[in-house]
T-cell receptor, first 114, second 112 residues
Framework: DADVTQTPRNRITKTGKRIMLECSQT?????MYWYRQDPGLGLRLIYY???????NKGEISDGYSVSRQAQAKFSLSLESAIPNQTALYFC?????????????FGPGTRLTVL | GESVGLHLPTLSVQEGDNSIINCAYS??????FIWYKQESGKGPQFIID?????DKRQGQRVTVLLNKTVKHLSLQIAATQPGDSAVYFC???????????FGAGTRLTVKP
């Protein structure tokens, strides 16, 4: 979905390095999310933000941090990358209505930690 | 604990046939369900959603059925096309809360 973009799309790094994944959206949504996807598993929530001043931990926040720089930007950092953080990372946005609460995903960032 | 799951990890159908993808959920408090499609190298794409006050909802070539009695959700795709080949997964939530849980996915392969 071109409305939600992620950079980089692919990244290979070494254990112990600090990595930042960036997400931008033009949908005008207040809510933004970071997920990771591992083979054979469903998406798991890392962090979410309901507006610029709101940051919340998700199911698997340990080893990660986030920054909501603006309504349109939500970045995910790995302070000291480790191999088991190798995964596909997705950013998502949402703007719930009384009828729908769906999330719109970016194309993903494939991260490999050696 | 509560979980979202899928009955079959893979499904192979002939082009033109109808496809049915199933999902079981165990959180009786869930009242909002979504089906996503994920093509190779892309992010999940919304297909259709349904609230728990409904048992059926139709979209373009897709129908979602919800059976709250047995906590079962299904996605029906009519006249399946090669472009429908993807991983499909369901997600459950309590509406407007942030406890969305995703299933692992079913890979649908459409044979020409």
């Amino acid at each position: 979905d071109a409305d939600v973009t992620q950079t980089p799309r692919n990244r290979i790094t070494k254990t112990g390095k600090r990595i930042m994944l960036e997400c931008s959206q033009t949908k005008g949504h207040d809510r933004m999310y970071w997920y990771r996807q591992d083979p054979g598993l469903g998406l798991r929530l890392i962090y979410y933000s309901f507006d610029v001043k709101d940051i919340n931990k998700g199911e698997i926040s340990d080893g990660y941090s986030v920054s909501r720089q603006a309504q349109a930007k939500f970045s995910l950092s790995l302070e000291s990358a480790i191999p088991n953080q190798t995964a596909l990372y997705f950013c998502a946005t949402s703007a719930p209505t009384h009828k729908s609460d769906t999330q719109y995903f970016g194309p993903g960032t494939r991260l490999t930690v050696l | 604990g509560e979980s979202v799951g899928l009955h079959l990890p893979t499904l192979s159908v002939q082009e033109g046939d109808n496809s049915i993808i199933n999902c079981a959920y165990s959180n009786s408090a869930s009242d909002y369900f979504i089906w996503y499609k994920q093509e190779s190298g892309k992010g999940p794409q919304f297909i259709i959603d349904i609230r728990s006050n409904m048992d059926k909802r139709q979209g373009q070539r897709v129908t979602v059925l919800l059976n709250k009695t047995v906590k079962h959700l299904s996605l029906q795709i009519a006249a399946t096309q090669p472009g429908d080949s993807a991983v499909y997964f369901c997600a459950e939530n309590t509406f407007l809360n942030n406890d969305m849980r995703f299933g692992a996915g079913t890979r649908l392969t459409v044979k020409p």
